[in-house]
């Protein structure tokens, strides 16, 4: 039995080593198509597309089962109000640091100077301003699900959130009454990332069909005259989750964040051919899991983190920001920036649900505090695409670094096991996306120890 047990783990990491060598030929062939026949790059757009909607369609059910399972096996409710305060708190203070940074950024490099509008650029940005983007009060509103189901239906992961936090608690105040529903919500659990297991083999059709369309619409000559805050963009995201992120998670937790990021490579590559961070929301949760990090912090700071903690928007809509005003003509003082950009900030938290919502914000944002800038948001449409790359791909790091860094805080973290992880001694199974030898249920009810088990695993 010993000789069994490894070699079925080996095997099934292979075919998803695969997998992910045919997203990366994918990416290269959805460039070459979108290079030689745009047009037809542009029709493929639908696989991707498609694609990114069938991991939507899981993460609902994946945060529910998450939260429910994190917080009804833990005793205290304290313990998890206090994980939410952190994850906030955290939240807020990085969103700030991000948005100073490509404040700086924005100011030294001036990356719009010396560039004309034409009126047909004016008509682009004015159509990106989305009736989606909710002012705060209704942002908090929209919050609360139409029906308890409706939650599940809509795909609103802060409705998700709200109405698992409910379960949770619930199944917490029953106790021994309540592991019957938890051992349910654990096999649903299984069942659900056994389907998201599946839906990921379609992964190299939806990157070859997202790049073959970006490629095609935006072409080569669409990107030259914005390379400048294209690259520079893309330095400040580099440096803000090498240098900045970095040295938290150096200092707080004791690790290195280059381990770290290859712990989560095909997560990155996931991202990087759909543009999406949504995609790769369900093994994130798994991932940190699986890393050590505890069922109710991951469960809080993950789903959380996708609507609050977006570092890489921050920096985005700071320097598009900056970029607009110069191409305008009409530079802003450092005393008209940083109310803007406070704005942005809170801005932002009301479109954390609408699709391509950097862009859609800084357009809302802009017509609502200076909508005399909105004329230059058509100036960046043809790049935004290529710029959420980034913008997703620090969002997620960001999250990763603070599943981390907030259950070192709150001492839900199995440090021994991190090291194992990290070192590559406990692989993680791609195939169930689940350690099935690590029980969230425990065999006994609550009040015979089984809350001491469940905040361990």
Known sequence: MTTTAPAAPAARRDRTHYLYIAVIIAVALGIAVGLIWPDFGVELKPLGTGFVNLIKMMISPIIFCTIVLGIGSVRKAAKVGAVGGIALGYFLVMSLVALAIGLVVGNVLHPGEGLHLTNAIKDVGHAQVSP??????????????????????????LQTLLVALLAGFALQAMGSAGVPVLRGVEHIQRLVFRILAM????????????????????????????????????????????????????????????????????????????????????RLIAKMEHLGVGKPVVGITVPTGY??????????????????????????SVGEQIPLLLFLLIASKGAAGVSGAGLATLAGGLQSHKPALVDGVGLIVGIDRFMSEARALTNFAGNAVATVLIGTW?????????????????????????????????????????DKELAKA
């Open 132 to 157: 989606d983007a909710l002012p705060p009060v209704d942002f908090v509103l929209s919050i609360i699900p139409t029906t308890f189901v409706s939650a599940f239906t809509e795909g609103q992961v």
């Open 199 to 282: 839906v990921m083999w379609a992964a190299p059709i939806g990157a070859f069909g997202a790049i073959a369309a970006v490629v095609g619409s935006a072409g080569l000559d669409a990107l030259k005259s914005l390379a400048v805050l294209m690259l520079g963009f893309y330095v400040t995201c580099v440096l803000f989750v090498f240098v900045v992120l970095g040295a938290l998670l150096r200092l707080v937790a004791g690790l290195n964040i280059f381990t770290l990021c290859k712990y989560l490579g095909r997560e990155f590559l996931l991202i990087l051919s759909t543009s999406s961070s949504e995609s790769a929301l369900p």
């Open 307 to 332: 609507s609050f903690n977006l570092d890489g928007t921050m920096i985005y809509m700071t320097m598009a920001s900056l970029y607009i005003a110069d191409a305008l003509g009409t530079p802003m």
């Open 410 to 450: 709150t001492k839900e973290i199995d440090n021994e096991r991190v090291q194992q992880v990290l070192t590559g001694r406990l692989p993680f199974d791609e195939t169930t996306l689940l350690d099935e030898g690590r029980t969230t249920v425990p065999a006994e009810a609550p009040e015979q120890g089984g």
